[in-house]
């Protein structure tokens, strides 16, 4: 398979999770490294699992791959990094400033803006470094920066005294604040990801819907910035050998609809496509096997015994039982978290109680779909671009009301990162929830357990320092405390029998247990274990799911429902209520 002819020097991955943008880095890694090139392959996630993938422990040096002479592999800690920056900052004032003010700066910098731009801190340091990098040929990055990093990082006005002298305690320009010396890193590493002669951005997408249009929006976003050098990787497209498999040519059929749906922006790139793998690409030998004609291995049996787990339906009994409350759909994007909230609102419906789901979908096909046609259900669409613009304009008419041109500037790009979407989105939520105290409301793409600490520590600082009101809605005021009560309010992490998925998955439980928030049980959706695939593609990759089920009943869940993958698209009030009672566990 053949990932690039002439490939630059510099080459960057990015995608969303779990579309195989570890397996894709490693693999191009593997091959030059093969063809004679020295490399270096660096992963900036954190959440990286390339010391599995390459079969060899990792630090912030380069390390020897074993197996692949020229290669050379490294793992960036940006947690470690933000940690480190975080004491840096808050540590001059323990013991100055009152213990809730403190608290509050620490969760400022907690958030992902802040493990964003320290990431861009370490490899921006790392590639500073001639005398590390000079000796490779071809330097490769796991995880990409964003557009917005790149955009607020390059803004001239962000290297100004009003940053400097700014305590706003935003998320994303307090980080900032701290690194003027590095401007001028920061800069040239800017300017080096724009030049399309030493480096390349390779867009790894699978064939979805979903994540071809993600990858579509970071195309344009980059591209807007100068990094116009890209490349599309399709990774995953499956192809059915038997066409017996039901299973098999109904997945077939929905990656080649994708594929004919593809953006015009992204169609125009130079594209690599990549079949689905039938195993984990875990070590060496799978990853140089990657998209090649590698024989499969076909097992019967799953690799290893597959846990207990229940059907969704399972948990409806149990979600029932206080015949009202807050249920709460959390996971990483992709996974399926409207569909899993539609499912459970109609079953709770299909009960008698009165139900509120509230969805994000931007397409609102689910919303259009069940729109009058299941008894107790109402639907609510809350439009995060309406919200996000309402929530802007209510801070800059009041924290920006006697900036000067300068900081209003400043002001206006701190409110183009995605925490002031998650935000505003939370209080869209916290409405919703006040509206449904006599029944149920289900609420899809739930805020993040940062976000509610972020919230909840800007009150308490507040409540310290002022002993005013906080100016927040009643709502968010209240909703928090809920949301708390597990005899209120109940979690459903939702993921995919990946090892990407799950392992994001358990951050976020990671992430809300810190806001005193425990999960009442995990959702894997889209599984081949319930079923009996003949494909031996499908068969194989059904007994790989095992290990991830394992996983999550061991370490992670203290419930678990497994959501078989169906043939057609779960839309409408058959095919959801179909999803609560059909998986079962294998005989």
Known sequence: MEFFSRPTRNLFFTGKGGVGKTSVACATA???ADAGKRVLLISTDPASNLDEVLGVRLGNSPRPVPGVANLEALNIDPEAAAKAYRDKMVGPYRGVLPDAAIASMEEQFSGSCTLEIAAFDEFARLLGRTATLGAFDHVLFDTAPTGHTLRLLSLPSAWEEFLGSNTTGTSCLGPLAGLQAQQKLYAETVRALADGATTTLVLVARPEFS?????????????????????????GVFEATDPGDPIAMAMARRASQALAQIPAGLAALPRTVIPLAPHGLVGIEAIRAMGGDAPIRREASPEGDVPPFESLGGLIGDLARHRRGVILTMGKGGVGKTTVATAVAIALADLGFPVHLSTTDPAAHVAATLNGSVPHLTIGRIDPKAETEAYSAEVLATAGK?????????????????????????????????????GFVVLDTAPTGHTLLLLDSALAYHREVTR???????????????LRDAAHTRVLIVTLPEATP???AAKLQEDLG???????????NQSLTPLAPTD???????????????????RHARRLAVIPWTVDPPVGPK?????????????
């Open 536 to 554: 031996p593609v499908l068969v194989a990759r059904r007994a790989h799911e095992a290990r991830f089920l394992r996983e999550i009943a061991e």
């Open 468 to 482: 005013q009101s906080s100016g927040m809605p009643e709502a968010v005021e209240n909703l928090l405390p809920r």
């Open 211 to 235: 994540a071809l249009r993600e990858a579509d929006r970071t195309r344009g976003e980059l591209a807007e910035l100068g990094v116009r050098n890209q490349r599309l990787v399709i990774n």
């Open 575 to 587: 095919l959801l209520r179909e999803l609560v009672s059909g998986a079962q566990p294998p005989s």
């Open 402 to 438: 006697d900036l000067d041109a300068q900081g209003r500037s400043m002001l206006e790009e701190d409110l183009r990162s995605p925490c002031t979407e998650e935000i505003a989105v939370f209080r869209a939520f916290a409405a919703s929830v006040a509206k449904g105290q006599d």
């Open 30 to 32: 593997v091959k030059l």
């Open 502 to 504: 799950v392992h994001e």
């Open 514 to 524: 810190r806001a005193g928030i425990h999960p009442f049980a995990w959702v894997v």
